[in-house]
């Protein structure tokens, strides 16, 4: 689909689909990193739009190059924004890309989430304000589903057992059957991707197999997972994962202290904790536990 947004003070954005390749450009000029560094990122999008304006005057920002004939003299399509639909096992697809920074970028970040929006259904956005403004994305209709959160603090010290019939084990000790269905607990909430086998092999992320645990229930199946590493003397952690079926139970907390137990048996002191989707339940036990939030960005989704 192509479409225009009239603008008073001269040439129209105008929005057009395009390919995965061309999306690789614009993500490693928004997210100012090397192509290769983002190119897994293009290819997991199904579709993919750019914004982009037609100036007469010659001018050294980016191209968009969606023309292979030489432009005529003295014009340029600029490139202003793009976006790539990467899906979501739940929540319709996670839109990633952004705008560049600009006069016009409120409403090229809602004219790509609109033209998103009306192939692909049901979409969402990490709406981080230098990429993604949450003011336009509201404006377009977008309302908040969520937030990515980032929790610091000293190690917490809560002792939790596990329920009955649920056993905490090392990451390193467990099948990676059993791991893998540990991190497919998380699937279901927004701000989340199916996880890839990949995902459940030692290392993977950064993660350390021996201070991460999951939680297997009485047939040994996954149904809880906490990962985490030692950067630079900080403990690392993702929010635990827990099966559906055992959110009513206390087998986060015991996650969460049998991790802390071990960063603390190696010296640490001070953790970090990231969440994308927690309840307000959880975390609202995370800030008793002592810890405070240092970061957070909406999630906005689409009606």
């Not at 999306?23 to 490693?28: D, M, Q, R, Y």
Request: aromatic fraction near 4%; proline fraction near 6%.
């Amino acid at each position: 689909m192509s479409g225009d947004v009239l603008d008073p003070s001269g040439s129209p954005v105008q929005v057009e689909p395009m390919a995965s390749e061309q999306l690789e450009l614009v993500l490693a000029a928004l997210y100012e990193a090397p192509r290769e560094a983002v190119a897994w990122m293009a290819q997991a999008c199904t579709h993919a739009w750019v914004a982009f304006e037609v100036q007469v005057a010659p001018d050294d920002t980016l191209t968009a190059g969606l023309d292979p004939e030489p432009a005529e003299a003295g014009v340029r399509e600029v490139v202003l924004g793009a976006v790539g639909t990467r899906p979501s096992p739940a929540h319709g697809s996670e839109l990633v890309g952004g705008v560049f920074a600009g006069p016009r970028r409120a409403e090229v970040a809602a004219a790509l989430a609109r033209a998103a929006w009306q192939e692909v259904g049901r979409v969402y956005a990490f709406a981080e304000g230098h990429l993604f403004p949450p003011e336009a994305l509201v404006q377009a209709g977008f309302r908040e589903v969520g937030a990515y959160r980032r929790l610091e603090g000293r190690v917490p010290y809560r002792h939790v057992d596990a329920p009955d019939g649920v056993t905490l084990r090392p990451l390193a000790e467990v099948s990676e059957a059993a791991r893998l269905e540990a991190l497919k607990t998380v699937e279901d909430r927004v701000g989340h991707h199916a996880a890839l086998p990949e995902a459940a092999q030692d290392g993977a992320g950064g993660f350390d197999s021996h201070l991460s645990h999951v939680a297997l229930d009485a047939q040994g199946r996954g149904i809880g997972i906490c990962r985490a590493a030692i950067e630079e003397g900080l403990g690392r952690l993702d929010s635990p994962g827990v099966a559906v079926a055992w959110r009513h139970t206390n087998v986060r907390a015991a996650l969460l202290n049998s991790v802390n137990a071990r960063l603390r048996a190696a010296g640490i002191t001070r953790v970090s904790v990231d969440s994308w989707g927690d309840t307000a339940g959880e975390l609202a036990h995370d800030l008793r536990l002592g810890l405070h939030v240092a970061d957070e960005t909406p999630i906005l989704a689409s009606p």
